[in-house]
């Protein structure tokens, strides 16, 4: 895709959320973006994908402060509500967040002068955690973020492959969600489809990696493990629908997870060696979480999370690799507790 030139004050950015019973949540998140710090207009589309604890009449107490409408529909689904929201938007750019993230002050400050500097037709923005986290959010978000776990797999600044937006915090034009007509119905697994849909159509996607939010990601360790698993399951089936996005690194997770347990083994019968070498990557992990966390606590936390990660998708990705082989069926009948229904 060659380069393409486009007059910011052209760009009309709207704000797409998707929210499910989560009114006290999405009022932190708009309670952000009503304080931002850039001097043109922006609207907020948020939707309600099904609630009972609808979000309605936070939507209206922001009336004032913001640019805001509210629609409800049946539930389909977070990629389907996203599309439903951008077929509503006025703008055209959209910036899809989730409804468990704080967005900084500068955010579309920030935005706007990565498009100015160079345009793209999508782009993906950093996580990080915020100040008032949790010490397992933060341990979680460190071990879904640092290049030494899975945060190196999907691409960015200093990471092994093209960076892979993901939904929490990603921008798209409105000509690529014409071109590609959206999310599909998998979830998880519908961030890097689009992606990797955007990219057969030619277009490009980047890191603006100023344009950070902060995802709570209100999770235990049981919904996180839940979470990667499901994460697992879905790559074997984004690598057959889209085989040449196919990587090896993708089975790093249960390579890592089949030979921590194959470690332990040999340990007991006087061969440490491989265990050693565990030791020596979770003290670097440890360390890397404790100079960017400043906590003993958060570091040691962020071991057990890696751990969890990396168990819950390696066990979800040969899971699935295995009956997507040996099995004709395709993957809506195989996992259906991995795709919605559009409604």
């Not at 049946?74 to 938007?89: I, K, L």
């Not at 959209?94 to 967005?103: A, E, K, P, T, Y």
């Given at each position: 895709?060659?380069?393409?030139?486009?007059?910011?004050?052209?760009?009309?950015?709207?704000?797409?959320?998707?929210?499910?019973?989560?009114?006290d949540e999405i009022k932190e998140l708009l309670d952000s973006l009503a304080t931002q710090e850039y001097d043109k207009a922006f609207e907020v589309v948020l939707v309600e994908d099904g609630s009972t604890n609808r979000s309605q009449e936070v939507a209206k107490a922001f009336q004032d402060k913001l640019?805001?409408?509210?629609?409800?529909?049946?539930?389909?689904?977070?990629?389907?509500?996203?599309?439903?929201?951008?077929?509503?938007?006025?703008?055209?750019?959209?910036?899809?967040?989730?409804?468990?993230?704080?967005?900084p002050p500068n955010y579309l400050e920030q935005v706007e002068k990565a498009l100015n500097d160079e345009y793209v037709h999508c782009f993906g923005g950093p996580d990080t955690a915020h100040a008032s986290f949790t010490i397992v959010q933060k341990a979680i978000n460190h071990a879904m973020t640092s290049f030494l776990t899975t945060g190196g797999i999907r691409g960015g600044k200093n990471a092994i492959d093209k960076f892979q937006p993901r939904s929490f915090n990603m921008g798209i034009s409105k000509e690529v969600f014409e071109a590609t007509g959206g999310f599909g119905t998998i979830h998880p697994g519908e961030d890097p489809d689009l992606t990797f849909r955007i990219w057969e159509k030619g277009y490009s996607t980047r890191l603006f990696p100023k344009a950070k939010v902060y995802h709570k990601r209100r999770i235990d360790w049981v919904k996180f493990y839940t979470q990667v698993n499901k994460f697992g399951l879905v790559r074997p089936i984004l690598n057959k629908w889209h085989p040449n996005t196919s990587r090896l690194t993708y089975w790093f997770p249960s390579v890592f997870s089949i030979g921590f347990l194959v470690s332990g083994i040999l340990y007991s019968l006087g061969a440490p060696l491989f265990l050693y070498l565990y030791g020596i990557y979770f003290t670097l992990l440890f360390f890397d979480a404790w100079f960017k966390n400043k906590s003993l606590v958060i570091a040691i936390l962020s071991i057990f999370a890696a751990i969890i990660q990396f168990l819950g998708y390696g066990i979800g990705f040969i899971k699935s690799t295995f009956v997507l082989n040996f099995n004709n069926k395709p993957a809506e009948e195989l996992f259906p507790n991995l795709f919605f229904t559009k409604k």
């Open positions: 895709m060659a380069f393409v030139f486009i007059p910011m004050d052209n760009v009309f950015f709207s704000f797409v959320i998707p929210v499910y019973n989560r009114p640019q805001i409408s509210y629609y409800y529909k049946g539930n389909s689904g977070p990629g389907d509500s996203r599309n439903y929201g951008m077929q509503r938007a006025k703008g055209n750019y959209f910036i899809i967040l989730d409804s468990d993230c704080i967005v």
